[in-house]
């Protein structure tokens, strides 16, 4: 996955043709396995990797796409711990954005035989409460299938993202190379707070979800921390790149 994540810096400062992108892969891949250029562009597709054709010229398809365009998914999940290698995800929940409004949800238990004493005093969430719960192929291959096309936004989005992205390999689901963007970053940039744990934002800001370390509930807090972060951000912030690449140039708060 390193690969791509070259590439997609590679495309985050100049578009590339065809020849040039065909010239990336055959440098990444050494003396290792090649595959020709058509193969390697139904992969970005397959993984949804952020990237338009036009002609013969790549680029990033997050740099001309619009704010009122495009449709974020906010996501959070519960897990029995925190080593992705490990720990096992109980819950999910998401929540479809686009242009002012929800357009769509995601929220299920998934099967885990196990759910540690610390887990359930932070979440509620009880071992016997997942007994009848979905496999996690099951569930995982549809939540796979909601994602598609979307921004992954997530408060600490490295955590969810990635979880999901080992959980897809451990059940041979085709991973995600989706754009995605943290909502603490994007606080950071727009909203004066003692702190930015999702929690606090959530009292601090009069959000007031009445749940918390729930997977939904927490998706939602993290939409409406979204909302209030887009009310403060520049006027030349037009597209998903901008937006992108503002959330995450430092911690100072704009003035």
């Known amino acids: 996955m390193r690969v791509y994540a070259q590439?997609?810096?590679k495309l985050s400062q100049d578009s590339m043709s065809i020849e040039s992108l065909d010239?990336?892969?055959?440098?990444?891949?050494?003396?290792?396995?090649?595959?020709?250029?058509?193969t390697q562009l139904e992969i970005l597709k397959l993984y949804d990797f952020p990237f338009r054709q036009n002609g013969n010229t790549i680029e990033l398809s997050t740099a001309t796409l619009g704010l009122q365009e495009a449709v974020f998914c906010f996501v959070d999940i519960e897990t029995t711990g925190a080593k992705i290698e490990k720990h096992d995800i109980i819950e999910i929940g998401a929540v479809k954005y686009q242009n002012g409004k929800v357009i769509d949800r995601f929220e299920s238990f998934v099967f885990a035989p196990y759910v540690p004493e610390e887990i359930t005093k932070l979440t509620g969430i009880r071992t016997k409460d997942l007994s009848n719960a979905p496999q996690p192929q099951e569930i995982?291959?549809?939540?796979?299938?909601?994602?598609?096309?979307?921004?992954?936004?997530a408060h600490n989005v490295s955590f969810d993202y990635n979880f999901l992205n080992q959980a897809f390999l451990r059940y041979r689901i085709v991973p995600m190379l989706l754009?995605?963007?943290?909502?603490?970053?994007?606080?950071?940039?727009t909203i004066l707070s003692p702190r930015y744990a999702l929690g606090f934002l959530n009292a601090f800001l009069g959000i007031n979800t009445p749940a918390s370390h729930r997977a939904y509930a927490d998706a939602l807090t993290a939409l409406e921390v979204f909302k209030i972060a887009m009310m403060y951000i520049p006027n030349e912030i037009q597209s998903i790149q901008?937006?992108?690449d503002f959330s995450?140039?430092?911690r100072k708060l704009l003035s």
């Open 242 to 244: 901008n937006l992108l």
């Open 7 to 9: 590439l997609l810096q």
């Open 23 to 38: 010239r990336f892969f055959r440098d990444v891949s050494g003396s290792g396995e090649y595959l020709d250029i058509a």
């Open 179 to 189: 754009p995605k963007l943290c909502t603490i970053g994007l606080a950071r940039k």
């Open 248 to 250: 995450k140039k430092g």
């Open 140 to 153: 995982l291959t549809q939540f796979r299938d909601f994602l598609r096309d979307s921004v992954f936004v």
